[in-house]
């Protein structure tokens, strides 16, 4: 595959296919998450927009919300916190509730998020997950909104490899461009087959709840998980925030202060000898037979 770098956030690569060139929007490994973002006090909703502003101002740029975040109102203060920056160097993404994929719920639904957003394209959009839908015609809907400028790619999230093989097969399917999934230390599924199929249909893969979502409820933290961080003088949060991205995977932790994303930050430069990785998967084995997709 031929691939030229043609800005900051963009790569153009050819297409064997289709002959032809097709842009892509290069991620940055590191993005920001919005769950549960936009709920408390006007002091915490303040301190939860400078947050995402100081990601904005030390290189994160990418920044994950949908429109079932509090029913919008993460889309609105996402909006309010990205109107000082350069649009064109932001990737936003946001996703929508499956019962929105019919073509005329989807352009609303679109219109409603670019509107809270105030901006007038995303640059992706995901199915949040999967019903019933009829993928031949979500992924017609899609491309007709890329088509239109309205969004730059489009994706899915919570996939298993059965589904993404569903996807593939319907026309344009192979246009998908990310699935996001439950990755963290604790919920290792995705390694069995997952990662490996997605790198080989060249579909990115975004990691989310790496630290087992509020309060760790979806990750037993284990005492020697404790001390291995006490011994690489890091929080238990960075060590579990570093492993996921040594996996080379994108990956977008909330946080709601600037002190937990300075942590955060910090964490994208942590590394880890074999020793420790030995250790980690000693104390969380990845699963050696295929089970049903973790999702929250
Ligand atoms: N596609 C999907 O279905 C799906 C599902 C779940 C999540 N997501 C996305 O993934 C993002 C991340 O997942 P998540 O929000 O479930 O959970 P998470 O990122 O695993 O955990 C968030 C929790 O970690 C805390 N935290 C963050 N940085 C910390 C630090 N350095 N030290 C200590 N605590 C820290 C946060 O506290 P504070 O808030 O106090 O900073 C919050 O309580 C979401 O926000 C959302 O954008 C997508």
Redesign the pocket.
Known sequence: MFVKKVGENLIRFYNKVNQGFEVKIMLKKL???????GEGSERQQQQ?LA?LRYGLEHGVSLI???EM?NEGAVETLVGKAIQPYDRSRLTL?S?FYPWHAAKKDLRQSLTATLKRLQTDYLDLY?L??RQKNNLTEMVANLEELKKQGLIRQWGV??FDVSDLKELLQVPAGNKCFVN???Y?LGSRGVETDLLAFQKQHQIDF???????????Q??KIKPQLRQLAGQKKI????L??AWVLQQDVYC??????I??????LA?ATVTFSDAELQQLDKLYPRPTNKAPLD??
């Open positions: 993005g920001m998450g919005t769950w549960h973002l939860q947050t994950d919300t949908a975040y993404i996703k995901l949040h997950w999230s919570n996001e999934d439950l963290n975004i990691a989310y709840s790496p630290f087992g979502s509020e309060n760790s979806y990750l929080t238990i949060h960075q579990l925030l977008i932790p909330k946080a709601s202060s002190k937990h994303l300075q942590e955060n964490a999702m929250i």
